[in-house]
């Protein structure tokens, strides 16, 4: 079956850092990878997505390729902002059936000024 | 234009009390999907809506839980005689029929069973 392995939270950085948040997956077929933010308060919303292999999804500052050979979505940012704090989801969906979308377990980012 | 309502957004009820938790889709979405947030499982999905076809209940944790969609749009959730581990953040989700289209978050329904 499908299955999404997220990097444990909490993570805590200062503005500016560099983040890296680590996603792992298995999956039957070619799943589509998105990650999904949670801001305080607020519903899930999608970040970015990416279809294919070699793809890189991209938004907000935020990057994440879809790497086959190592079923890795990695996230990533190059300089945070303290508006980037919220809790992270990465997903994936495969093609047919209920195309339901299986998360990981999320990670709560929290930039500090 | 409007997103995924959900009602109420917060839920209070006793151990062994039914509870139903409404979801407006975004018109004209024909795909509709409920997850269930908890602490010890993450993100699960629960049941999925497409159109007129009978729904995949493959996600429901047991037979006190059921869902259904009138007309298309609206749906219920509905749990049975509730139990404390029912507790969690309840979502639903809308999209297109299209392939890979975008699911749409609703801001969740908080039940908590006392």
């Known amino acids: 079956g499908n299955s999404v392995t997220q990097m444990e939270g909490p993570v805590t950085l200062s503005e500016e850092a560099f983040l890296t948040i680590n996603c792992t997956y298995t999956a039957t077929g070619y799943p589509s990878l998105f990650w999904y933010v949670q801001y305080p308060g607020e519903g899930l919303q999608l970040l970015l997505k990416?279809?294919?292999?070699?793809d890189k999804g991209s938004n907000k500052g935020f990057e994440a390729t879809y790497r086959k050979e190592t079923t890795s979505f990695h996230l990533e940012k190059g300089s945070v902002q303290v508006s980037d704090s919220a809790v992270y989801f990465c997903a994936l969906r495969t093609l047919g059936g209920n195309e339901k979308l299986t998360f990981g377990t999320g990670t709560r980012l929290t930039i500090i000024p | 234009g409007a997103g995924v309502s959900q009602s109420p957004s917060n839920k209070v009820t006793e151990k062994g009390k039914d509870v139903e938790l409404r979801c407006d889709p975004i018109s004209g979405h024909t795909a509709l999907y409920w997850y269930r947030q908890s602490l010890g499982q993450g993100l699960e999905f629960l049941i999925y809506f497409q159109g007129n076809s009978a729904p995949d209940k493959s996600g429901l944790p047991s037979d006190r839980f059921s869902a259904e969609r009138t007309g298309g749009s609206v749906s219920t959730l509905t749990i049975q005689r509730t139990q404390q581990e029912d507790s969690a953040v309840y979502l639903c989700?809308?999209?297109?029929?299209?392939?890979?289209?975008?699911?749409?978050f609703g801001p969740g329904t908080r039940l908590t069973v006392l």
């Open positions: 990416a279809t294919k292999a070699d």
């Open positions: 989700a809308s999209s297109t029929d299209r392939t890979y289209n975008e699911q749409f």
